[in-house]
């Protein structure tokens, strides 16, 4: 049948004419729908038929080069991937971009608003999830062979909406409709086995589950720039392994006959929205071993296609564990090759020590995950046998193991240390998040195996973070440098020898202001706020934490608000506050933080005296295609983490890149940010890592940082004041006996140096020309943060792979 059809066009001579005729031919055939009666979800899925038709080719063309050359493989393990919109992320890698624009002209919608009816999928939290779309995209792009292991939330993050000021969370559809990316594999299946006991046949150890549920898989293919190379991103659903119980049901029990879906569909219903707190739930664990299992099995089976003996594991293939969420990798690895291949215990250790690598990506003790002994010996009985044996191997291969070192601690499992044990490589995501994993959480593991921490920057795609985000400073980069900047991302260094020249600046200074106009339409449009384009653009997006700080951007800004409504004449810039991030739904003073935001705002924004100065505007539900919105038209990125807290970030980096400067502290990336991008171009402010030890040992410090910040002093009797609540001055009073009595991410001792440092910012956004050139050298020097860089990190110093383009 296939000379039939119509020929796929290559990827590369793809005119407006063929694809005009592919996507009326989907409209037809996989929608059945008449051009004449048809809807913008009709006419995108039509086009993502096409693009998608496109993106064939290459990605069997990948795997048959993989397999037929025997090349190794990466395999990353995550529970989240925060990939959002994909069909302009698609039309921009294949070079389509214009092509699409020109397809649709005249036959239905246009472009952009098909781009716009896609809803993100939000299959993550937060930085951790969108790095590994990151990676996704540079793995593709450098032709890495490897595949993304996830799983398909039927409600990926919630949505936030706010009343009254507060965050409400509302289920996330992203599902309801159907997503043409994705290949439905209902052959390629895995039992996943929960809960029974252990047998000894034989003399080995046999599980047998008291649960199963089936993962079903769902495969995406991911090209990469100029589709020269496709992996895939294979998403586990879980359904059951029996429907339904019929005997059950015709015996009046109608609930029991359900149970087994019950199970099943809870598994992959809904993604766990806390960002870095320990929920602690059943649930959690039973997804982080749905996830491993699926995964496993499937690696397994497919080397077991080409080699008999699992031995050889580690010359085909990597696996890369997404911090401790997959850590039950190893111990599953090990149960397969000792339990159903025979296998010597200490010799599948060592086979699966040299395939696993291990990221870790927080430091903060709440955020380390443990199991209770209790649970996991219930959900998992074999799996912590072998993790008590592992513990074992692991003492007995290293004699000078300090005594109190062990995966198990107060009865629960440690999940960094069982990974870290387990893994040949250990990494951190930037170079101050690496040296602290060895003086702190890690120091005793360090001291054993001194060469298996190993750092890795995080970076970002420069093609979903620059040239599908920002066309207007992409136009003008490559009308600069050339093309070529969207896989070698140091070709940006070219922009630098311009800075000098007014024409440049000036082009740099239009690109920017008409993402602040579009940005300005948009918050209209959706937020019913009025901002004044030519405000400075002041934006903090992120989740909601402690650690980071949203408390102190909005006490700084009632401060200025103060400063201007005291002595009007000292207002030097109008600036438009932005916020955007969720709180995790448990976290009560983070949710606190975004009530004061809210209620600051709607005072503020409704001060006559204030109103052209300063305006705060909270657009709700921040999310990647949000992002793309709000970055581009940033003039200051607040990047403002108490030292030593934010392993990395990675916004830090997106803003940068498009030429917005940033004001932050010595905290994760910043660090290496500002050392590319010159310290002059940086707005730097507050303790240090060791200042911060040093002071939380201070008893009181909290008081002497106050007495000292008449600014603060004059914000907090506000808030006690109910300045911002009428009626309830109450309200806020956790925050503010917090600031008082345990500031413990030193809001207080950080407040006077980052109010003065915005004054600087001040000063030198009201000089034009030098903020520009400013901003000109931060977008120049930031090739270093491309993606594509980690990446080749991790295939030379984690994954032994090299590249097959
Ligand atoms: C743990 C246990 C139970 C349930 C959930 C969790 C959980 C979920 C998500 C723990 C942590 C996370 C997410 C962490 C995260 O996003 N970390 C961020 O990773 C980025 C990429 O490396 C860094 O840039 C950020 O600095 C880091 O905060």
């Known amino acids: 049948m296939t000379d039939m059809q119509t020929p796929v066009p290559p990827v590369a001579g793809t005119t407006p004419a063929a694809l005009r005729a592919s996507i009326l031919d989907h409209l037809r055939t996989s929608l059945g729908k008449d051009p004449g009666h048809s809807s913008i979800y009709d006419w995108r899925m039509a086009l993502s038929y096409a693009l998608r038709d496109l993106v064939i080719e290459p990605w069997f063309a990948a795997t048959r080069r993989t397999y037929g050359e025997g090349r190794k493989r990466v395999y990353y393990l995550s529970m989240e991937f925060l990939i959002g919109r994909m069909l302009e992320d698609a039309a921009i890698n294949l070079g389509l971009h214009q092509v699409c624009t020109e397809a649709l002209a005249g036959i239905g919608p246009d472009f952009a608003t098909l781009v716009d009816d896609e809803p993100d999928a939000a299959l993550g939290n937060g930085g951790l999830g969108r790095l590994a779309a990151c990676f996704l995209d540079s793995m593709s792009t450098l032709g890495c062979p490897s595949y993304g292991y996830g799983i398909r939330y039927e409600h990926g993050i919630f949505r936030q909406r706010f009343e009254g000021g507060q965050q409400v969370e509302t289920p996330e559809d992203w599902l309801l409709r159907r997503d043409p990316w994705v290949f439905e594999r209902p052959e390629a299946v895995a039992t996943i086995g929960f809960r029974g006991h252990v047998e000894t046949r034989d003399g080995r150890a046999v599980w047998l589950p008291g649960e199963t549920v089936i993962a079903e898989a769902n495969d995406m293919p991911v090209a990469g720039w100029k589709g020269r190379w496709a992996n895939t991103l294979r998403l586990w659903g879980a359904r059951p392994t029996t ?23 809870t598994l992959s219903r809904v993604l766990y929205p806390s960002d870095g707190t320990q929920a602690g739930k059943e649930l959690r664990l039973k997804q982080e071993y749905f996830l491993t299992a699926a995964s496993i099995s499937d690696i397994v089976r497919r080397f077991l296609g080409q080699q008999t003996d699992l031995r050889k594991l580690p010359e085909l293939v990597a696996i890369q564990m997404n911090d401790t969420h997959p850590a039950i990798a190893g111990p599953e690895l090990i149960r397969i090759m000792v339990d159903l291949h025979g296998i010597d215990f200490d010799e599948a250790c060592e086979v699966a020590l040299q395939v696993l690598g291990y990221t870790n990506h927080t430091l903060l003790p709440e955020a380390l995950e443990r199991w209770s002994t209790w649970m996991m010996g219930s959900v998992l009985p074999r799996h912590l046998q072998i993790i008590e044996r592992i513990d074992d191997w692991h003492r007995r291969k290293n004699p000078t193991r300090p005594a109190g070192l062990s995966i198990f601690q107060h009865d629960e499992v440690q999940m960094g240390t069982l990974a870290f044990v387990t893994a040949h490589r250990v990494n951190g995501v930037s170079a101050l998040h690496t040296d602290l994993m060895r003086k702190t959480v890690f120091h005793d593991l360090n001291v054993l195996h001194p060469d298996r921490i190993v750092n890795q920057t995080n970076g970002i795609t420069p093609r979903r973070w620059l040239a599908l985000a920002n066309p207007a400073l992409s136009g ?23 800075v000098g020249d007014a024409a440049f600046l000036a082009d740099f200074a239009a690109a920017k202001r008409s993402n602040k106009a579009r940005l300005a339409d948009w918050l209209a449009r959706t937020a019913g706020a009025k901002v004044n384009p030519d405000a400075l653009f002041d934006v903090q997006v992120k989740r909601i934490h402690e650690y980071k700080r949203q408390l102190l951007n909005i006490l700084e800004a009632i401060a200025l608000w103060h400063q201007i409504r005291e002595n009007p004449s000292s207002a030097i810039v109008p600036r438009v506050k932005i916020f955007g991030g969720k709180s995790a739904p448990g976290y009560a003073t983070a949710k606190l933080i975004i009530r004061l935001i809210n209620d600051a705002a709607a005072v503020i924004n409704a001060d006559p005296a204030t109103k052209d100065w300063l305006q705060i505007v ?23 983490s108490t030292a030593g807290t934010e392993a990395s970030g990675t916004g830090n980096m997106k803003f940068s890149l498009n030429g917005a400067l940033t004001i932050g502290t010595l905290d994760g990336a910043n660090v290496e940010i500002r050392e590319q991008v010159g310290a002059e171009n940086f707005f730097l402010f507050g303790l240090t890592t060791p200042e911060v030890i040093a002071r939380r040992a201070r008893i009181g410090h909290e008081r002497a940082a106050i007495s000292e910040s ?33 500031d413990h991410y030193l809001v207080t001792s950080d407040f006077e140096d980052y109010y003065t440092r915005q004054r600087d910012v001040d000063r030198v956004f009201k000089e034009s020309a030098t903020w520009t050139r400013m901003a000109a050298l931060n977008t120049a020097r930031m090739g270093f943060f491309s993606s594509d860089r980690t990446i080749r990190g991790y295939m030379s110093d984690i994954w032994s792979v090299t590249s097959a383009v």
């Open 243 to 265: 429907l339904f119980d019929l005997a059950r049901f015709n015996m009046g029990d109608h609930t029991a006959a359900s149970e087994p879906e019950a199970l099943a569909r």
């Open 710 to 742: 008449q600014h603060l002093r004059d914000v907090l009797q506000m808030l006690a004041e109910g300045v911002f609540s009428p009626g309830d001055p109450g309200r806020y009073h956790a925050l503010t006996d917090m600031l008082w009595n345990h």
């Open 618 to 640: 909270y657009p709700a539900n921040y999310n990647v295609s949000m992002a793309e919105k709000l970055i581009p038209a940033a003039d200051l990125s607040e990047q403002i």
């Open 476 to 498: 003008l980069v490559t009308q600069t440098v050339g093309d070529g900047w969207q896989d070698d991302l140091d070709r940006l260094r070219g922009l630098e020898r311009h």
